[in-house]
T-cell receptor
Framework: GAGVSQTPSNKVTEKGKYVELRCDPISGHTALYWYRQSLGQGPEFLIYFQGTGAADDSGLPNDRFFAVRPEGSVSTLKIQRTERGDSAVYLC???????????FGSGTRLTVV | GENVEQHPSTLSVQEGDSAVIKCTYSDSASNYFPWYKQELGKGPQLIIDIRSNVGEKKDQRIAVTLNKTAKHFSLHITETQPEDSAVYFCAAETNQAGTALIFGKGTTLSVSS
């Protein structure tokens, strides 16, 4: 596609529920990243995929967070037993390879009530 | 790990003036320094980047300078326009496994006409 697409753009969920956030990267981009951005802060790294495999998941805050990229294209970020502190904008980015600037999507605004 | 400090947090200028945003980083192994512009409700957009083998890069009204010895880099915007108003983020990346970008906390630039 022309850019990185993230769906949904907004998600409101109740505390304790499970959510999935989807990212469609730019076609042909092998590197895919998930970041989380809280209000007034810069993006914080969560996980990086090179192809289908998670090359670095050191930013995932705990085991309630998990992400997959089964075919090396679309990725899904999964959050179990959501907490109010998980509320943030979740950003996905992709790049042609691991060197160089990312292209970010517009993000999914997650609100846990 | 890497830590990126950015200042000022807010910057107000008159249209036509120059704006300068400064960042420092802690990891001497960092070798890639991008700058992103983020408008309300959108993902960060790459506006310029610099690698550690050069000291300055310019693209029309935007320039970035890098001082590896002092571990700081700066964004310079000349002849500012109202559409330059946004939040600007600096970031640093090492060549270690994972290649995550570490972002500063952002600078809110306001250009008044």
């Amino acid at each position: 596609g022309a850019g990185v697409s993230q769906t949904p753009s907004n998600k409101v969920t109740e505390k304790g529920k499970y959510v999935e956030l989807r990212c469609d990267p730019i076609s042909g981009h092998t590197a895919l990243y998930w970041y989380r951005q809280s209000l007034g802060q810069g993006p914080e790294f969560l996980i990086y995929f090179q192809g289908t495999g998670a090359a670095d998941d050191s930013g995932l805050p705990n085991d309630r967070f998990f992400a997959v990229r089964p075919e090396g294209s679309v990725s899904t970020l999964k959050i179990q037993r959501t907490e109010r502190g998980d509320s943030a904008v979740y950003l996905c980015a992709s790049s042609l390879n691991r060197f160089g600037g990312y292209t970010f999507g517009s993000g999914t605004r997650l609100t846990v009530v | 790990g890497e830590n990126v400090e950015q200042h000022p947090s807010t910057l107000s200028v008159q249209e036509g003036d120059s704006a300068v945003i400064k960042c420092t980083y802690s990891d001497s192994a960092s070798n890639y320094f991008p700058w992103y512009k983020q408008e309300l409700g959108k993902g960060p957009q790459l506006i310029i980047d610099i690698r550690s083998n050069v000291g300055e890069k310019k693209d029309q009204r935007i320039a970035v300078t890098l001082n590896k010895t002092a571990k700081h880099f700066s964004l310079h915007i000349t002849e500012t326009q109202p559409e330059d108003s946004a939040v600007y983020f600096c970031a640093a990346e090492t060549n270690q496994a994972g290649t995550a970008l570490i972002f500063g906390k952002g600078t809110t630039l306001s250009v008044s006409s």
